[in-house]
Structure formats: C-alpha cells, structure tokens
C-alpha cells in the first residue's frame, strides 16, 4: 500500500437543518483509483467540493498529504485537480484557449502541453471552435484536459462520463487507467452506476445519505458478488473430497461455519448435487448464491434487491 | 498571484465584451470632446450639454465598470471556473486582490480615451463647455485654466484614482451578488443615488460629512487646476483609504463562502 493521500475524519455538512454529510471518515492511498458510488444526493459531490476547498465542513477535519491545517492544506491543493458536478469552463474561448488560461494561472511555461493535452483527450481538431459550440461530451473531455494540465497527484472527478458516447467512455475509462499506472496518479471519480466504475476503479466507497456505508478493495467486492454454489452438508470434508476427486475441481472453499462455496459448475447444478448424492454425501443445503453489482449496492443502501 | 492577475488579464481581452465596452468609451470620449468644443466655440448649441454630460466619463464609467466587473467575476461564478484559483491552492485574497488588480488595469485602459481626448483639449489653444455641468475628466477639460506639466499629470492621476475608487465597490457587490444583472442595476442605482446625494452635499451638513468621506464627494468628482495640494492629497487619501475598505470587505465576505 502506497502513502496515504487524503483522510478524513468524521466530516459534517449541514446546510441550516439538514445534514449532507455525517462523520464522513475514508481513506485514500496512493496510486489507487477510488470509486465514490452514491444516488443523486447522497453527498458526492459536497464531499469532492469540500476537499477541494469550494465548500467547508461544520465539523471533522481532514489530512491532505498528511497535512492539516487550513493553511497547509491549501498549499497541498497545489498537488490535486479536481472536476466537480460540471466541467469549469470559459465558453467564450477555444480548448486551447482554456487550457492558456489555466496554464498561465499555475504558471506553467510549456506551450506545447495545451497540445499534448489536446491530443490526449481527443480535442486535437476542434481548431477555433468556441467551448460554447462543444457538445456535452466534449466539455467533459476539456474539463479532464484542464484537470490534468498540472499533472495532479490526486485528481477529483465528479461523474467524468457524464454525457460521453459509449466510445468516448471507453477512451476516459483507458485514459484514467493508464495515468494511474504510469503516473502513479490517485484517483477519486464519483458515480451512482457501480457497474460503470466496475471496469476503471481499484477500490469502492459507498455513500448513501450523506453516510459511508462501506469502504472495499474490488477484490472484497469480486467477493461479495461472485456467483457459487452453496452446499450444507453433515460432513464437510466428506464432500470435499467427491469435489476433489470426482467432479475434478479445488474451486471452491469450506467456510467457518462448514458449509462449501463452490465457484464450478454453476450452470450444472443437477449434476453436482447428483454426484455428491450418489458418494453418500448428506446435504442439508444446496443453493446458487451471489449478487449483481446493482443488487449489492442496492441491498447496501437498504434498496429493493432485484431478483 | 502574478499568475492569476495574468490568467484574468488573457480570458477577459479574449472576451468580446471588454472590446465592445472599449469601443464605447471611445465613441463617447471623442463625443463628448466634440460637443464640448461644439459649445465652447458656439458652433453647437448649448441645449446639448446634456447629452454631452450624458457621454461624459462620470456617467459612463458608471455602466461600463459595472458590466466590466460582471465580465471579470460574475461570469466566474456562472461557469465555475471561480473553482480553479481555489482548487490550484489560491488563498481568497490572492483571489480577491488579483480580480481588482485586473480590474483596476482593464478600468485604466477603458478610461483612457477620455484621458486622450482631455489632454488633447489641454494641449488646444480652445475654449471647451458643456454649459455649466461638469464632472470627471470634463471637468478638467472645460474649465480652461492654465497649469504646468506636473499640475495637469498629477490631476489626471488623481482623477483616474477617483474613477478606481469609486468604481471598486462593484468588485464587493460583483462577490456577494454573483449575478450579472443585479450587480450593474445596483451599482447604476447606488451611482443614481450618489449623484443626487451630492447634489444635495452642501445643504445639509451630515451628508456632506459623510461623503466627504468617500470618493462620491462632489469635491473629488470635479477636480481641477485650481483645487490646492491639499485637497489632492485629501482625495487620494480618501480614495485609498475607500478602496481598502472595500476590498477587506470583500475579501470577508468571500473567505468562507461556499460555492455550488
């Protein structure tokens, strides 16, 4: 595990009566792309808005990398970029008229980067167009130029697909990959579709009124949705063993309170249960279990479960 | 903040708006020498004075700095880009004093063709009027008294310094108004009443004494040749003094704002 990024401490938000954010408190390491996964108001974005400084919190605190203070978290603001409910952008200028502008603001020399930037998020030939004429996905793709203009070591992105053709989802979801491989850049996008981070996150947080309701690597979460076979039998081992040794497979596992998730054969479901069976094995359950990211992120939230 | 006062000075030169609001200084400039030449020569009649006050840089400057300002800081909160200078680590009152800086400079530039033209009238051998009203730099130009170089620099600068001050209070309301529209019919009603106010100064002994205390004062609005070190001193002075003012409350109002 990487340095520690940011960390929260039981963050409050309340705007007059009504709290939007109650003792928040996560974790982000470096290098890793986070997932913030909530419904439409459940605090997403007051939490990005807060970290990044255009919102304060009533209560908690937060580190900054490993910073605390107001004053030095601001200078620590230096380090991360950040994209929040709609892409900031002047739309009187061209692309590459924003990205000058954002370039002069943090005082970065290089030309030539408006055009690498381009390039990268695929605005290469929109010319002198005006941001105004853009289409909604090509603002979020300017939006995302702006942000990593400054090379962030935390970048903050409020649902960066928002708008984008399938393709132009593709593309964000490789771009964002392959800065967090090459450079070791921490990621924090928020969603309310699971199944849309699924492919780009390495860790999730859920959010659900203004509430954590789990923090998890994707490997916990592979976990908790994976589809097995669960079987409840008198003698584990006993059915261990015609698993090893009849139907071929070590795919599986004995669980502590002895029942066996077998992650084979699931669409042979007949044929497992005969095998056991007919090898004297005494089955107490026998049942296809797991979950779709929809209905684990439902069940999480106290949603209905979908069947 | 050397970096924001120049990202501030690219995106609003890149904006039609300010081209178009010089234009209109211009027009106006090169309108009202005309007029006030017109008069003082007796080749136009005196009966359009006051669309010759109307095109003066006091009346002017009152709608041009105010849409300036919307340009400058209301159009940063309609697109969020008043996110970046916070998100790239900005203090606020790096913020709050690179947009009056910026503010300030592009003011300067907007007001100059009334500097030109008053100076060109200065440097005539002719009699300007604009039939008894005058204020800004008209004031300057039609009172027709001799001075030296040094009289007539340091007379424009303190007027360009009036100008500033005056027109810094829309920074205040451009930050705690947010909307275009609110903040030029404010700052056009708050110049209404300032101008009434003053027409008012010296009958009533309060009024006088309280903006006396402001860069609205009848006093400072028409400077001249004749007016004595003192009371430059005295209108740079308040003029600072002002513009402090407005800026710490600006920056008080904006530090712990929250911005959606």
């Not at chain 1, 005494?282 to 684990?296: C, I, R, V």
């Not at chain 2, 030449?37 to 005196?46: K, P, T, V």
């Not at chain 2, 001193?233 to 600006?250: G, N, P």
Request: proline share 2%; glycine share 6%; charged share 20%.
């Amino acid at each position: 595990m990487g340095e520690t990024i940011l960390k929260t401490n039981q963050l409050t938000k309340t705007y007059k009566k009504h709290t939007v954010l109650h003792d928040v408190s996560i974790e982000l390491k470096e290098g890793r792309i986070y997932g913030l996964i909530g419904e439409n108001g459940a605090g997403k974005s007051t939490l990005m808005k807060i970290i990044s400084g255009i919102s304060f919190q009533t209560e908690g605190s937060f580190e900054l990398f490993g910073k605390s203070t107001d004053k030095e978290i601001q200078q620590q603001r230096k380090r991360i970029a950040s994209m929040i409910e709609q892409p900031a952008i002047s739309p009187d200028m061209t692309a590459k008229g924003n990205l000058k502008y954002h370039r002069l603001m943090r005082g970065i020399p290089n030309e030539e980067l408006e055009d690498e930037i381009l390039q990268l998020v695929g605005l290469k030939s929109t010319n002198n167009k005006k941001a105004k004429h853009f289409s909604l996905g090509m603002k979020q793709r300017l939006g995302i130029a702006i942000a990593l203009l400054t090379n962030p070591e935390l970048l903050i992105l409020d649902e960066p697909v928002n708008g984008l053709d399938p393709i132009g989802v593709v593309e964000i979801r490789q771009l964002l990959t392959r800065l967090c491989e090459e450079r070791q850049m921490t990621i924090l996008i928020s969603s309310h579709n699971l199944p849309e981070l699924y492919q780009t996150t390495t860790d999730y947080i859920i959010i659900h009124k203004g509430k954590i309701m789990k923090q998890m690597t994707q490997q916990q979460l592979d976990e908790e949705c994976r589809h097995y076979i669960r079987i409840g039998c008198t003698v584990p081992e006993q059915c261990a063993h015609v698993l090893e040794t009849i139907l071929k497979t070590q795919n599986f596992q004995v669980m502590p309170n002895k029942t066996i998730k077998l992650y084979d054969f699931l669409e042979y479901l007949g044929d497992v249960s005969t095998a056991l069976f007919e090898h004297g094995v005494t089955l107490t359950e026998f049942s296809l279990q797991g979950d779709t990211l929809e209905n684990y992120f439902l069940t999480l939230i106290g949603g209905e479960r979908h069947v | 903040m050397f970096n924001l006062v120049r990202a501030y000075l690219y995106k609003t030169t890149k904006s039609k708006i300010f081209w178009v609001l010089l234009a209109l200084t211009t027009c106006s400039a090169i309108a009202m020498f005309s007029i006030a030449y017109g008069i003082g020569n007796n080749s136009l009649d005196e009966s359009i004075s006051n669309i010759g006050f109307l095109l003066s840089d006091m009346n002017m400057m009152t709608l041009v700095g105010a849409v300036l300002a919307t340009t400058l800081i209301c159009s940063d909160f309609d697109t969020k880009n008043i996110h970046h200078p916070i998100i790239s680590g900005f203090a606020r009152i790096q913020i709050v004093i690179s947009k009056a800086i910026v503010f300030w400079i592009l003011l300067i530039v907007l007001v100059s063709p009334f500097i030109i033209v008053t100076i060109i009238g200065l440097s005539m051998d002719s009699t300007f009027s604009m039939g008894g009203k005058a204020a800004g730099f008209l004031s300057i130009l039609t009172l027709n008294t001799s001075g030296s170089f040094v009289e007539y620099t340091t007379i424009i600068i303190t007027m360009i310094i009036v100008h500033l001050a005056q027109l810094t209070i829309c920074i205040l309301l451009a930050f705690v108004l947010r909307k275009s529209v609110l903040v030029v019919a404010s700052y056009y009603m708050m110049s209404m009443f300032f101008g009434q106010v003053a027409s008012f100064q010296n009958s009533f002994e309060m009024m006088n004494k309280i903006l006396s205390f402001t860069p609205y004062s009848v006093e400072y609005i028409t400077l001249n040749l004749r007016m004595s070190k003192g009371d430059i001193i005295s209108a740079v002075s308040i003029c600072a003094i002002f513009i402090v003012v407005i800026l710490y409350l600006t920056f008080m109002t904006f530090r712990k704002a929250e911005i959606r």
